[in-house]
């Protein structure tokens, strides 16, 4: 797996890496929107969304298989610009 960043930095990853994922429903004025995080101690290493992934649904089937589901995360607006600015 492989995170690439804004500026085209990659880093690779494997699933024995990441502790679990959360997923978090974000609700839009015309549709919900669903955005899974994988983390690792206890940090959102990887977002993946349904709205700019065109597998999204494919790619999350994989990720259960393989990773442990830590919940769902709560929508925050001071969280969501806290991981915008601090994600790595």
């Known amino acids: ?3 690439k960043t804004f500026f085209k ?9 990441f502790d679990g ?6 609700k839009g004025k015309y549709e919900d929107y669903e955005y899974l995080y994988l983390v690792k101690n206890n940090k959102k290493i990887i977002i993946l969304s349904q ?8 790619m999350k089937s994989i990720i259960n298989e393989n990773l442990k ?9 001071f969280l ?7 994600f790595r």
């Open 21 to 26: 994922f959360q997923i978090r429903h974000l």
């Open 9 to 17: 930095f990659k880093e690779m990853f494997r699933f024995q890496d």
């Open 51 to 58: 709205t700019y992934h065109d597998n999204y649904y494919e």
């Open 1 to 3: 797996m492989k995170k």
């Open 80 to 86: 969501e610009i806290k991981d915008i600015l601090l």
């Open 69 to 77: 589901n830590l919940g769902l995360s709560d929508y925050n607006i």
